[in-house]
């Protein structure tokens, strides 16, 4: 009868502290998606400058190397080649399909998305530089709440789980 107690205690424990780390998984998540962005940023705007790419082959460019974002900008590209359509919509389109956006971060992104491949190229320099400095700035907002409140809900969660196995024993 103990043995059972003992493992149905366990089995709440472990249980707990795996809901725990999964309330905790959408900070982790935003702050490894916005880094991507920032790096598909600073590489957009080398490519648009330096090499004086276009949108479509330089977002395809900067999009390598980063998981998150390589196959929805591969999907924005084949969207823009394949339609007569306007870019922002198709930008819009491919923001809904990046996991861990929150609505802030969407926001900034959008923002963008009205500028790139609508003028000169000091003018997208400029956009693509701002919404870089937002990005850096939710970055680091991000890793404030992954590290704060992203751990309060695992740590709650295994205390629970303690006190139920308290009470089962």
């Given at each position: 009868m103990i043995w059972l107690k003992l493992a149905g205690s366990l089995l709440v424990i472990g249980s707990t502290a795996g809901l725990g780390r999964l309330s905790a998984r959408?900070?982790?998540?935003?702050?490894?998606?916005?880094?991507?962005?920032?790096?598909?940023?600073?590489?957009?705007?080398?490519?648009?400058?330096?090499?004086?790419?276009?949108?479509?082959?330089?977002?395809?460019?900067?999009?390598?190397?980063?998981?998150?974002?390589?196959?929805?900008?591969?999907?924005?590209?084949?969207?823009?080649?394949?339609?007569?359509?306007?870019?922002?919509?198709?930008?819009?389109?491919?923001?809904d399909r990046v996991p861990a956006l929150w609505a802030e971060d969407r926001a900034v992104l959008e923002d963008l998305g009205r500028v790139l491949g609508r003028s000169d190229i000091a003018h997208q320099h400029e956009h693509l530089r701002a919404a870089e400095q937002e990005l850096d700035r939710l970055i680091r907002e991000a890793r404030w709440q992954r590290v704060h409140e992203g751990r309060l809900g695992p740590a709650l969660l295994t205390a629970v789980g303690i006190m139920l196995a308290i009470v089962l024993l």
């Amino acid at each position: 009868m103990i043995w059972l107690k003992l493992a149905g205690s366990l089995l709440v424990i472990g249980s707990t502290a795996g809901l725990g780390r999964l309330s905790a998984r959408p900070y982790a998540e935003r702050v490894g998606t916005l880094e991507e962005w920032q790096r598909l940023l600073k590489r957009l705007m080398t490519l648009i400058e330096w090499k004086r790419l276009p949108l479509s082959a330089a977002l395809g460019e900067a999009a390598r190397g980063s998981p998150r974002l390589t196959s929805v900008v591969a999907h924005l590209i084949s969207e823009l080649q394949n339609r007569d359509e306007e870019f922002f919509m198709a930008w819009r389109r491919l923001l809904d399909r990046v996991p861990a956006l929150w609505a802030e971060d969407r926001a900034v992104l959008e923002d963008l998305g009205r500028v790139l491949g609508r003028s000169d190229i000091a003018h997208q320099h400029e956009h693509l530089r701002a919404a870089e400095q937002e990005l850096d700035r939710l970055i680091r907002e991000a890793r404030w709440q992954r590290v704060h409140e992203g751990r309060l809900g695992p740590a709650l969660l295994t205390a629970v789980g303690i006190m139920l196995a308290i009470v089962l024993l």
